[in-house]
């Protein structure tokens, strides 16, 4: 077991694993080029911006904190549409011949293919963002599309996935992993095609396409970070649910910077931590969270983690640290209103708490330790993900306009 650390509520784990293992191939740039070359055709797609937050650095002592803000993704508000449109496109390609490495959206949109892709359905679960982007990008391509969410989801993200695309929606009474096991039983039973945003022993295809998919922000920020003259960053805080996304960005990260690669934190909801859990066990595997799967935190509200991601998040992540609430709530208002000039960030509870974390360990001296672990200081470049923007709008006024969920210490 693990020694955790904890101070103001705050836990964290120096992870002992780190031996950076081979760079998993398959989220390297060069095979992810398809991928960057769907994203490219669709009419949505713009780079999302790498906003730089000096003043708030100037304030924290920092030389530079870079804030890539997915809220502007393909208009859906998050970044999720990224891995869920790329492993949609690839299904498509795998059932009808077409070459993956080349497809385009007009190309899957010609009516020879849509009359195909019509008699298609898919099926996912999802908290919020996965679902919207399969809702998206099923209905651009005429296919049809059911959602399922967990127990708790709130009814605006719901009408949200319908809004988006094709999704029939329907919210059940289970909890997110078993809302994920009962979209399975369905694609079974039905012939429909799941496509999951988390892996399981005997299912991995959908999700490697869909973490192949998240690179597409990572390889923009690389590319946006050296314009500003930043070789690379020293630091970056990961946002983990299943740690698909951390597991995505930071094999990218370990494939182009191999062992210069930054340092890199995993940053959990106290009540379902599962990277943090898993890692505290010490035995290599990974284990479900502990905790009540009570938080503000929709999108990271999943207590079992990906097996695909798992090894490289144990191989590679420096730092782990479970969070309150209070900390997404702080990173929703430190977004909103930087500092001195800085241009505000739209920040939901899933986007913020990377923010939140790196703002008290940079400001609160009972957090020093901390900090100093981490090797935070005036050389640091920090590289976060606003991976949602105001996903939940009555949500996010509670937390920005009432301050709601304030810092207890
Ligand atoms: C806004 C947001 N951020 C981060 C995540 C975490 O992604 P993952 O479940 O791959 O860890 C999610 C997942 O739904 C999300 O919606």
Same mark, same amino acid.
């Given at each position: 077991m693990l020694q955790v650390e904890t101070i103001a509520n705050i836990q964290m784990e120096l992870n002992p694993h780190r031996t950076p293992s081979p760079a998993p191939d398959f989220l390297s740039r060069e095979a992810t080029g398809p991928v960057r070359h769907l994203h490219e055709s669709l009419k949505q797609y713009a780079p999302t911006p790498l906003v730089e937050l000096n003043g708030l650095a100037k304030r924290l002592g920092v030389a530079a904190i870079c804030v890539k803000d997915e809220s502007k993704r393909f208009g859906l508000n998050a970044f999720k549409g990224l891995g869920g449109v790329y492993a949609l496109c690839r299904s498509v390609c795998e059932s009808l011949g077409l070459d993956h490495h080349t497809v385009t959206m007009e190309q899957l949109q010609r009516p020879e293919n849509r009359e195909k892709i019509s008699k298609m359905t898919f099926v996912t679960t999802t908290d919020g963002n996965h679902g919207k982007g399969i809702s998206w990008a099923a209905g651009l391509l005429g296919a049809k599309s059911y959602v399922y969410m967990p127990r708790g989801s709130v009814e605006a993200r719901a009408q949200a996935i319908r809004d988006a695309g094709s999704a029939e929606v329907t919210i059940t009474d289970l909890s997110y992993d078993d809302a994920v096991r009962y979209a399975a039983k369905m694609a079974e039973e039905k012939g429909w095609t799941l496509?999951?945003?988390?892996? $399981? /022993?005997?299912?991995?295809?959908?999700?490697?396409?869909?973490?192949?998919g998240y690179t597409t922000m990572v390889y923009e920020a690389m590319d946006q970070l050296e314009l500003l003259g930043y070789r690379r960053p020293t630091h970056v805080f990961l946002q983990a649910g299943v740690g698909a996304m951390a597991g995505g960005v930071t094999g990218a990260l370990c494939c182009t910077y191999g062992k210069d690669r930054p340092k890199i934190a995993v940053v959990e909801p106290e009540e379902v931590a599962c990277i943090f859990e898993s890692l505290r066990q010490d035995d290599g595997k990974e284990h479900k969270a502990i905790g009540s799967e009570i938080t503000i935190m929709a999108g990271l509200n999943c207590a079992e983690p990906?097996?695909?991601? $798992? /090894?490289?998040?144990?191989?590679?992540?420096?730092?782990?640290?479970?969070?309150?609430d209070a900390v997404s709530a702080r990173g929703m208002r430190v977004l909103a209103a930087p500092a001195g000039g800085d241009r505000p960030v739209v920040s939901g509870e899933s986007g913020a708490v990377t923010a939140g974390l790196l703002s008290l360990l940079l400001e609160r001296e009972e957090l020093r330790p901390f900090r100093d672990k981490l090797g935070l200081d005036e050389n640091s470049v920090v590289l976060l993900f606003n991976t949602e923007g105001d996903t939940d709008p009555q949500g996010y006024r509670h937390v920005v306009y009432d301050g709601a969920h304030p810092l207890m210490f």
């Amino acid at each position: 077991m693990l020694q955790v650390e904890t101070i103001a509520n705050i836990q964290m784990e120096l992870n002992p694993h780190r031996t950076p293992s081979p760079a998993p191939d398959f989220l390297s740039r060069e095979a992810t080029g398809p991928v960057r070359h769907l994203h490219e055709s669709l009419k949505q797609y713009a780079p999302t911006p790498l906003v730089e937050l000096n003043g708030l650095a100037k304030r924290l002592g920092v030389a530079a904190i870079c804030v890539k803000d997915e809220s502007k993704r393909f208009g859906l508000n998050a970044f999720k549409g990224l891995g869920g449109v790329y492993a949609l496109c690839r299904s498509v390609c795998e059932s009808l011949g077409l070459d993956h490495h080349t497809v385009t959206m007009e190309q899957l949109q010609r009516p020879e293919n849509r009359e195909k892709i019509s008699k298609m359905t898919f099926v996912t679960t999802t908290d919020g963002n996965h679902g919207k982007g399969i809702s998206w990008a099923a209905g651009l391509l005429g296919a049809k599309s059911y959602v399922y969410m967990p127990r708790g989801s709130v009814e605006a993200r719901a009408q949200a996935i319908r809004d988006a695309g094709s999704a029939e929606v329907t919210i059940t009474d289970l909890s997110y992993d078993d809302a994920v096991r009962y979209a399975a039983k369905m694609a079974e039973e039905k012939g429909w095609t799941l496509i999951q945003d988390t892996s $399981w /022993p005997g299912y991995e295809t959908a999700p490697r396409w869909i973490i192949q998919g998240y690179t597409t922000m990572v390889y923009e920020a690389m590319d946006q970070l050296e314009l500003l003259g930043y070789r690379r960053p020293t630091h970056v805080f990961l946002q983990a649910g299943v740690g698909a996304m951390a597991g995505g960005v930071t094999g990218a990260l370990c494939c182009t910077y191999g062992k210069d690669r930054p340092k890199i934190a995993v940053v959990e909801p106290e009540e379902v931590a599962c990277i943090f859990e898993s890692l505290r066990q010490d035995d290599g595997k990974e284990h479900k969270a502990i905790g009540s799967e009570i938080t503000i935190m929709a999108g990271l509200n999943c207590a079992e983690p990906c097996q695909l991601t $798992w /090894p490289i998040l144990r191989d590679n992540t420096d730092f782990a640290f479970a969070c309150p609430d209070a900390v997404s709530a702080r990173g929703m208002r430190v977004l909103a209103a930087p500092a001195g000039g800085d241009r505000p960030v739209v920040s939901g509870e899933s986007g913020a708490v990377t923010a939140g974390l790196l703002s008290l360990l940079l400001e609160r001296e009972e957090l020093r330790p901390f900090r100093d672990k981490l090797g935070l200081d005036e050389n640091s470049v920090v590289l976060l993900f606003n991976t949602e923007g105001d996903t939940d709008p009555q949500g996010y006024r509670h937390v920005v306009y009432d301050g709601a969920h304030p810092l207890m210490f």
